[in-house]
């Protein structure tokens, strides 16, 4: 597996697949956990190389000195090393999650160096943008005729009050359909490093007015894609997300959840491909 250091000397790795025409995509994931649970986003592969890096800490990435380095804003720079490692002058990105927070800061911070920005089921934390309990629960209560529903959305509305925290249980909140296979995604999409996803968003990670307003000029194309029933990123919060990009487009996936191209690959893939090509 190919890897390269990171500013600090962190060796870090990254995963190649495909081999699409033109220029890679990076794709940084959510979590922050192990980017094997991309995949080839659901045969994205097939028309561009994809290049998915392992955070710190995660997948095949080395555990950092400074543990403080974990903090989102201080991951920007890794994805430059990357570019930089690549020797591309701009980098088509792709942001998944938690991720997307990633994504943004790096495009505030280095625009110059973006062609495209795809913002896929977005953490929009980075933005400012808040989700309420409320938003989640009016989206589970779409999936009310699914057998899971009574006890998945019992434990949503614990989380969201503040008095449970069962969150294997509202698992099937994230997948448009709850069937074996997304069930496997599901488990391989856990985070492992609990360190690294909790200093993710450490105080001082995300400085949203100064990233709104770094945006306001931003001039490459952005792609903000959401799920129908994605609690963990609400179409409303989304085209919230698109409202502070000048060239946005919003798509939201029908009978998609967290992991769009796990319900409906090729409706994910065709909308994501036409707008990296």
């Keep these: 597996m190919p890897t390269f250091f990171?500013?600090?000397?962190?060796?870090?790795?990254?995963?190649v697949r495909g081999d699409g025409d033109g220029d890679p995509a990076v794709c940084i994931p959510g979590g922050p956990a192990d980017s094997c649970y991309l995949g080839d986003l659901g045969g994205l592969s097939a028309h561009r190389r994809l290049i998915a890096l392992d955070l710190r800490g995660t997948g095949r990435s080395a555990i950092p000195e400074d543990?403080?380095?974990?903090?989102?804003?201080?991951?920007?720079?890794?994805v430059e090393a990357l570019r930089s490692h690549l020797g591309l002058p701009r980098i088509d990105l792709l942001g998944h999650s938690a991720g997307a927070n990633l994504a943004t800061q790096y495009a505030a911070r280095h625009p110059e160096n973006v062609g495209r920005l795809a913002l896929i089921a977005p953490g929009t934390r980075a933005l400012g943008i808040a989700i309420t309990g409320e938003m989640r629960r009016e989206l589970a209560r779409l999936r009310r005729n699914e057998p899971w529903f009574p006890a998945a959305f019992a434990a949503l509305e614990a989380i969201t009050e503040g008095t449970g925290s069962d969150w294997e249980a509202i698992n099937p909140f994230f997948c448009g359909r709850w069937d074996a296979a997304a069930q496997q995604h599901q488990a391989a999409s856990r985070p492992g490093n609990e360190e690294a996803v909790a200093l993710f968003a450490a105080e001082g990670a995300f400085t949203p007015d100064a990233t709104r307003?770094?945006?306001?000029?931003?001039?490459?194309?952005?792609?903000?894609l959401a799920g129908e029933f994605d609690v963990n990123s609400p179409p409303?919060?989304?085209?919230?997300?698109?409202?502070?990009f000048p060239d946005?487009?919003?798509?939201?996936?029908?009978?998609?959840?967290?992991?769009?191209?796990?319900?409906?690959?090729?409706?994910?893939?065709?909308?994501?491909a036409a707008f990296l090509k």
Excluded: K, M, N
């Design 236 to 244: 409303r919060s989304v085209a919230e997300a698109a409202a502070l």
């Design 248 to 272: 946005a487009a919003l798509a939201v996936q029908p009978g998609a959840g967290h992991y769009p191209w796990i319900d409906d690959a090729d409706r994910f893939v065709a909308t994501v």
């Design 6 to 15: 990171a500013p600090d000397g962190t060796r870090l790795a990254y995963h």
């Design 67 to 78: 543990t403080s380095s974990y903090r989102c804003d201080r991951l920007v720079e890794d």
């Design 213 to 224: 307003a770094a945006l306001a000029g931003f001039g490459a194309p952005v792609l903000l």
